[in-house]
């Protein structure tokens, strides 16, 4: 199981147009669990995903979402 959620980790954010740190992948990685646990990694579906419940989520977590959401 661990390894799952570190490949999740991982790859939660991940895709060519945005590089997230490893601080920011931790900020949210709850509300990714909470929020989207079906969403499938890459493309940006993790971040349309989180911004779609931007109201529930985490100070931290919000403020990454904002800052990778596309405007």
Do not use: N, W
Request: charged share 20%; hydrophobic share 40%; proline share 6%.
């Amino acid at each position: 199981m661990r390894m799952i959620l570190t490949v999740i980790g991982v790859g939660m954010f991940c895709s060519s147009a945005m590089a997230q740190t490893a601080a920011e992948r931790e900020a949210c990685m709850a509300d990714f669990q909470k929020y989207c646990p079906g969403v499938v990694p890459g493309g940006g579906r993790v971040i349309e995903c989180l911004a779609k419940q931007l109201d529930k989520l985490t100070p931290e977590c919000k403020k990454v979402v904002q800052s990778h959401a596309p405007k």
